[in-house]
C-alpha cells in the first residue's frame, strides 16, 4: 500500500481559502457542536459521485473531474482519499504523474508507474478543512501534453479511476434546531450522495391509518432518493436512537412518549429524548382521513422558519389517471429528446475526445405492439464544419440499453450525394429515422449518443486541443411511443421488480391494498416501507390512496375494497395462519418453513394444454422450494377476490432473510432474474425464477384484435377445434353422400 501523507496542505489552503482573510486553526474553521454530538463516520465512492464505470482519462482529455456533495448538517473532522488506479502499461512507461485538486486546492501527485496485480492503490489524507458541502475532485496527467497529439493516445495511453476509489469521512453531527422548514433534514439530505437510512417508529397498537400515513411519507422520500437509494427501519413501540418519524394518534405512546392530543391533524418535531441533538418528527392524526392529510401537508414542505409545530388544515389529495406517472415517459404524442434529459444535461458535445450524450427514461412495462410493429426515433445531429475532419470515418453512434443500434455518416450515402459532395455542393446528413423494434423498449431505457471525430492524418495538433469544438443532437429530436397499447399477460414478477406494475397503473396506488399479517413484525413493516418508496422512485408519486389491510378479512368493507384493488402483501414464514389463508385459492401452498406448489388437476392439466401453455414448470418448482430452508423472495398470483386483480406476496424463511430483500432489489443481476410467477433468492445461488399458475390478459385491447391476439396465443387449442369440426363437417358431408348414393343405385327403394 502506497501512501502520501500532505502534512505542509493545511497551511496553504488556508492562505488561499477565499472566505477568510487572515490565517486561522483547524478548529476555528469547524462549526461550533454540542458537547453531546455524535460522530459518524461514511465513505463516499466514486461510483456514487455518477461514475458507476470509473473515470477515465485518455487521448485528448487527460484531464477530468467530479463534483460531489455532503450533508450541511455535517462538519468533516477527518477525511482520507482511498485512490485506486488501472495505468496502461504505455502510460506507465512514460514515467507520467497525476496530479490531484480538491475544490481548486492541490492535494498532491500519484505515480502512474508499473505495478503488480490489476490496480494502483494509493491513500491520502486530506485536511478536513477542505471538505465542504459541494466540492470537486479533478485529476490532472502531468506530461501529458505532447501525448494528445498521437493519434493512438486514447487507446494506448490512459489511467482509470477505478469506481471503488473513495473519501473516508468522519465528522460530527450538528444539531439544526426543531424547525419544520428543514424538512426533509435531518431525516434524509438532498446533498448527500450516499444511500438513506430513516427510521418510522408507531405505537405498540398498530393501526392501518397509521401504516398508510407511514407509507405515504416513506413513498415520497423514495422519489427525494432517487438515485441514492432509501432504506428504512420500523419500530413497533420503541423510540429510533437518532433521527425518526413517529406516527400515531392522540395520546397513545411510543416508547414511553405520549403523542400529544390535538383534535386537528399535527406535525411537530422536538429533541430525541436519548440525544437532543437527533430529532424526532411526530405526525398526528385521530383518524385515517386526518392522518392522511398530516403526511401530504408535510409532504408539500414550505413551513416558515422557526417552526416547531402546525395544526393541518383539510387537504386536497390529486388523484391519478392512469399510466400519468411523471416519471413516465408520455406515450399520448411523440416526446422530445430534451424533456427527457436532466436540467444539468445538454444535448452538446465539446472537443474531439469526449463521454457520450445519455438519454434516459422509463417506460410503462406493459407496452404492447403487434409483430412487425416499431417505435419511431427521429435523430437530428449536427456535426462540426471544420475542414480538418475525416468526413469518411467520423460517424455518430447510437446504442440503446447497450444494444447497437447504427452508425450515422457525417455525409449522405448515395451515389449522386456523393457525386455532389465531391463537386463541392452540401451533402452533410442531419437527419435518420430509426426503428426500434419493441423488445428494446425496458422499464429503465438509456440512449447513448456518441459523435466518433476522427481528424485527417495531417492535421495539426492544435485542432486536437481545441474545446470550442461543438456536436450536437437537434432538441427537437424525438422518439414515438403513441401507437403502442397497454396490454400484458399476467403475472410477471418482472414488471414488479422494475415498476412496482400493475399497482403503479395508479401512481398513487388507489387501487393497490397493502396487506401485513395481523401481528406483523418489524422486519415486515420495515419492508412495507421499503416497496412504498419503491413505487414512489418508479413513478415520481407519492402513494397518496394506498390503504393497509392487517390480517384476512372476513367480510364488510374490507373484502368489498379487496374486490376492485390488486393486493400486495408482506409476510413470513412464521405466519402460518395468515399464509394459509392467503394462498388458499393460489398455485402456492404453505408449509410450515417453506413453500409447496399444488399439484394440478387432470382438467388443469388438459385445459393448459389446450390452450398452449406448455412452458409451466410447477414440479420443478416445489422441489426447489423444499431444498431451501433459508430463502426469500416473491410469488403471484390471480387475485382470490377478483379474477381481473393481482396479488404480489413478499415473504422470508425468516425476518432475517426477509431483511435482506432491499439489497436484493438494489442489484442489477438479481432484479434481471426475478420473472415469472415466482422468484427465490438464497445466498447460495442467488435468484431461480419460475412459472407455475395460469396467466391472464391484462391492459386495453379493442374486442376484433383481442380475437386475433387469442387466436395467436391459443393455437393449440385451434388446431383441434379445426380438427373437431373438419371431423363433424366430414362425417355430414359423408353421411349426406351415403344417402344420396343410396337413392342413385337403389331408386325402387323409394317409391
Partial sequence: MKRLTLLTLLASALVTAPLHSEPTSVDALLPAVSAFAPSRVESVSLAQMGQP????????????????????????????????????????????????????QPLGTVPLSAVEGDAARYQLDVPAALMVSSNNLSFKINGGDAAQCQRDADTKRYVTILPDSRFELEGQQLDIGADLSHFPRPFFDSMQMTPAAIAIAFSAKLSPDALSAGALIASWLGIQADYRGVAFAAYHDRLPEKNGILIGHPGEQIGGLMLPQSQQPLLKIIDNPANPVYKLLLVVGKDDEALRAAAWRLTRGEFNAQTAATEVAAQTLPLSQPYD??????????????????????????????????????????????????????????????????????????????????NLPV??????????????????????????????????????????IVPKTDAPC???????????????????????????LLPNLSYFVGASFPFTRLADYAE????????????????????AARAGNATGTALTHNRVLLGMPSGGEARELLEKRDVLAISGMDQHEFNRALLADSPFTAHDSTLGVRKPSAWQKAQRWMTGDWAADGLEADRYFSSNEAWRGFVSFRSPWSSKRLVVLALGSSDAQLAQLHDDLSSATINAGIRGDAAIITDENGVRSFRVGEQFPSGEMPPQMMIIWYANQHSALLALLGLLLGALVGGLLYRTLKQRERKRLNPEKQK
Fill in 53 to 104: 464505470q470509473g473515470l477515465t482519462l485518455s487521448g485528448g482529455q487527460f484531464q477530468g473531474g467530479v463534483d460531489f456533495t455532503l450533508p450541511v448538517d455535517q462538519v468533516v473532522t477527518n477525511a482520507r482519499l482511498a485512490l485506486n488506479l488501472k495505468i496502461s502499461p504505455a502510460l506507465a512507461a512514460a514515467n507520467a504523474t497525476l496530479q490531484l485538486m480538491l475544490n481548486g
Fill in 325 to 406: 406517472a411523471p416519471r413516465w415517459i408520455a406515450t399520448d404524442r411523440p416526446v422530445m429528446l430534451s424533456e427527457l434529459i436532466r436540467k444539468d444535461q445538454n444535448l452538446t458535445a465539446t472537443g474531439i475526445w469526449h463521454p457520450s450524450l445519455q438519454v434516459a427514461f422509463r417506460a410503462a412495462p406493459d407496452l404492447f405492439l403487434w409483430d412487425g410493429e416499431t417505435i419511431p426515433l427521429h435523430i437530428g445531429y449536427r456535426f462540426p464544419t471544420e475542414n480538418w475532419i475525416d468526413e469518411e470515418r467520423s460517424w455518430l453512434s447510437m446504442t440503446l440499453n447497450n444494444t447497437f443500434l447504427h
Fill in 411 to 452: 455525409n449522405k450515402q448515395g451515389a449522386l450525394e456523393k457525386l455532389w459532395h465531391k463537386l463541392g455542393g452540401d451533402a452533410r446528413q442531419e437527419q435518420f429515422d430509426m426503428p426500434l423494434e419493441p423488445y428494446m423498449i425496458y422499464g429503465d431505457n438509456q440512449l447513448s449518443l456518441y459523435f466518433n
Fill in 462 to 488: 492544435s485542432t486536437l486541443l481545441n474545446n470550442n469544438i461543438k456536436s450536437r443532437i437537434d432538441e427537437h429530436s424525438w422518439i414515438d411511443l403513441s401507437h403502442t397499447r397497454h396490454f400484458a
Fill in 512 to 531: 393497490t391494498v397493502l396487506m401485513l399479517p395481523p401481528a406483523p413484525s418489524e422486519t415486515q413493516l420495515a419492508t412495507l416501507l421499503d416497496m
